[in-house]
């Protein structure tokens, strides 16, 4: 018989979490030490990392945490905290990034400057990421690479075209690498959102008319909490997952499911 409550426990695995301060890597890093894995949290901000290292301490009977300071847009730091966890554990089963920008305008309306800020942090910080865990996991035979896309990388709306840009680039890359690392026993996948409530969502949830479009948006009426998108990172860093790489889970409550809100229609009980 497979026990299937052991597939997807992660006691003894050892797990990065880049963006560990707040919003869905927070939720990601909280969920990982839950199941037992002992988590290094990374963040530019290192009393946010620090922060969320003591919660899982304090809250996990099983999960273990330590943390540093780590600048997601640099591709040196990040090499160093891959260098980091290995030197303190000798192997990365679990490795997790998160981090994104947003500036909203339209394209006509952008400076190379902010393009250039997007760009740098939400891809090239993902190509960063996947090489320096990539190449140790390839070595050892096993890990499993999560990346944060969003549901922006297959729907769009105005003043969001960057950033749409650099999540659908995040998805295929995910898919490329997935191809390049599977032979070596290392399963890559993302996560897409819809809209959650994060740090990086807050200026609009402060607008009650569009905090309510947005979750007329989905077919539950709702926004996201970043504990749902944390849940669906650690099943994919689990066995549980272990056919499945090269995809982009969305975790969007229906959005992209639909042709626009599912609105006008008289909601019934279903007959008995």
């Known amino acids: 018989m497979i026990n299937y409550p052991q597939l997807f426990s992660l006691q003894g695995k050892i797990a990065v979490v880049l963006g560990a301060a707040s919003g869905i890597g927070q939720a990601s890093a909280h969920a990982l030490g839950a199941l037992g894995a002992h988590v290094l949290c990374a963040d530019r901000d290192g009393e946010g990392a620090r922060a969320t290292a003591q919660?899982?301490?304090?809250?996990?009977?099983?999960?273990?945490?330590?943390?540093?300071?780590t600048d997601a847009a640099s591709g040196a730091a990040i090499?160093?905290?891959?260098?980091?966890?290995?030197?303190?554990?000798?192997?990365?089963?679990?490795?997790?990034?998160?981090?994104?920008?947003?500036?909203?305008?339209?394209?006509?309306?952008?400076?190379?400057?902010?393009?250039?800020?997007?760009?740098?942090?939400?891809?090239?910080?993902?190509?960063?990421?996947?090489?320096?865990?990539?190449r140790p996991m390839m070595k050892q035979g096993s890990g499993s690479l999560i990346l944060c896309s969003s549901m922006r990388a297959v729907t769009i709306e105005p003043g969001l075209g960057i950033y749409a840009a650099t999540k659908a680039g995040i998805a295929q890359m995910v898919k490329a690498f997935a191809a390049e690392?599977?032979?070596?026993?290392?399963?890559?996948?993302?996560?897409?959102?819809?809209?959650?409530?994060?740090?990086?969502?807050?200026?609009?949830?402060?607008?009650?008319d569009?905090?309510?479009?947005?979750?007329?948006?989905?077919?539950?009426?709702?926004?996201?909490?970043?504990?749902e998108v944390g849940s669906a990172v650690a099943f994919l860093a689990s066995d549980a997952a272990s056919y499945i790489s090269g995809s982009s889970l969305s975790v969007d409550a229906g959005w992209t499911a639909i042709d626009g809100p599912p609105t006008g229609l008289t909601q019934t009980r279903p007959s008995e």
């Open 55 to 69: 919660q899982i301490q304090e809250n996990s009977e099983n999960g273990a945490a330590t943390w540093l300071e």
């Open 181 to 208: 690392v599977g032979g070596y026993g290392v399963r890559v996948n993302a996560v897409m959102p819809s809209i959650i409530e994060t740090r990086l969502t807050a200026p609009l949830k402060e607008k009650q």
């Open 210 to 227: 569009i905090y309510k479009t947005y979750a007329g948006h989905t077919v539950l009426n709702r926004w996201g909490q970043p504990s």
């Open 79 to 134: 090499a160093a905290l891959a260098d980091k966890a290995l030197a303190d554990h000798g192997r990365i089963d679990i490795a997790v990034a998160t981090p994104a920008l947003n500036i909203r305008k339209l394209i006509v309306d952008y400076t190379e400057e902010e393009f250039d800020q997007v760009v740098n942090l939400n891809l090239k910080g993902a190509f960063h990421f996947m090489r320096s865990f990539g």
